[in-house]
């Protein structure tokens, strides 16, 4: 089980920017897909974006363009650069470990609030 930890997030205005990294245990981390999920009150998980280890990317149309996965294969580290917040990206927003959500590792999850 890789244990992953989070930071970043927090109370932004609309338009705003904020960063969250997620730090993980495994020195493995390069072979591992990473992603960032989201929760919204009374709705499901779902996928934000995702990187494989040669860095290929994958995000929910919601936040093409405006937000940004990367990661740092020597810090094992995976980050989410947010721009252009809306107020519906407001969310706990959690880093996971793994090819497929149904599996893997989570993160204790990160809340954001766009909201003026």
């Not at 927003?93 to 909201?115: E, F, I, M, N, P």
Request: with cysteine; proline share 3%; glycine share 12%.
């Amino acid at each position: 089980q890789v244990q992953l930890e989070e930071s970043g997030g927090g109370l932004v205005q609309p338009g705003g920017s904020l960063r969250f990294s997620c730090a993980a245990s495994t020195n493995l981390f390069s072979f591992y897909v990473m992603g960032w999920y989201r929760q919204a009150p009374e709705k499901q998980r779902e996928l934000v974006a995702t990187i494989s280890g040669s860095g290929r990317t994958n995000y929910a149309d919601s936040v093409k363009g405006r937000f940004t996965i990367s990661r740092d294969n020597a810090k094992k580290t995976v980050y989410l650069q947010m721009n252009s917040l809306k107020p519906e990206d407001t969310a706990v927003y959690y880093c996971h470990a793994g090819a497929d959500s149904r599996l893997g590792s989570w993160g204790q999850g990160t809340q954001v609030t766009v909201s003026s």
